[in-house]
């Protein structure tokens, strides 16, 4: 595709209920990030995965959270029980390791709120 | 851990200014990328300049410019002749291993 994209755009979600956000990286990048972004802060880490293995989870704040690739390509951050502190803008971002640059290219977000 | 500072979170200049976001970060690596990315109030984060810290010439496209400083591990980011469309927050990263790693950014806004 011509860019990453995300869905939904914008979530709303009751306290406690489960929320599943989508992530379609750039063709042919093996390389997918996750990232939450709080209101006027830089985006934290949460997970990294090449192709299929999820490589990296440390910044995954609890074991509500949990992200898959099954197929290498989509990938899908669900949060489990979802609380206030969730709120935030959740972005997705792919690379091409072979690049050799480490430059990562960012969808648009999915903005959550929980209420 | 590695840690980015930007220690101006908000700065106003008059359009067609020069402007000058600071960055310092820390890291242990010897030879790593650092990025400014740009994110506007549309939130979509684009790339604006990359640095490889093994080349000693400083990067530069178009109107954006870094004075990078290896040693001191600051990493600066010039903004000639600012237009409107500048405005947007600005977010320097150094690379770790295969992550990047965010500052909590500089709020710049361009004035008419």
């Known amino acids: 595709g011509a860019g990453v994209s995300q869905s939904p755009r914008y979530k709303v979600a009751k306290r406690g209920q489960d929320v599943a956000l989508r992530c379609d990286p750039i063709?042919?990048?093996?390389?997918l990030f996750w990232y939450q972004q709080a209101l006027g802060q830089g985006p934290e880490f949460l997970t990294y995965?090449?192709?299929?293995?999820?490589?990296?989870k440390s910044g995954l704040p609890s074991d509500r959270f949990f992200a898959e690739r099954p197929e290498g390509s989509v990938s899908t951050l669900k949060i489990q029980r979802t609380q206030q502190e969730d709120s935030a803008v959740y972005l997705c971002?792919?690379?091409?390791?072979?690049?050799?640059?480490?430059?990562?290219?960012f969808g648009p977000g999915t903005r959550l709120t929980v209420t | 851990a590695q840690t980015v500072t930007q220690s101006q979170p908000e700065m106003s200049v008059q359009e067609a200014e020069t402007v000058t976001l600071s960055c310092t970060y820390d890291?242990?690596?010897?030879?790593?990328?650092l990025f400014w990315y740009k994110q506007p109030p549309s939130r979509q984060m684009i790339l604006v300049i990359r640095?490889?810290?093994?080349?000693?010439q400083n990067a530069t496209e178009n109107r954006f410019s870094v004075n990078f400083q290896k040693a001191a591990k600051s990493f600066s980011l010039k903004i000639s002749d600012s237009q409107l469309g500048d405005t947007a927050m600005y977010f320097c990263?150094?690379?770790?291993?295969?992550?990047?790693?965010f500052g909590k950014g500089t709020r710049l806004h361009i004035l008419p």
């Open positions: 640095q490889e810290a093994y080349k000693q």
């Open positions: 990263a150094p690379n770790r291993d295969d992550k990047i790693i």
């Open positions: 063709s042919g990048h093996v390389s």
């Open positions: 995965f090449q192709n299929e293995a999820q490589l990296d």
């Open positions: 890291t242990s690596e010897s030879n790593y990328y």
């Open positions: 971002a792919s690379s091409d390791p072979l690049a050799g640059n480490y430059e990562q290219y």
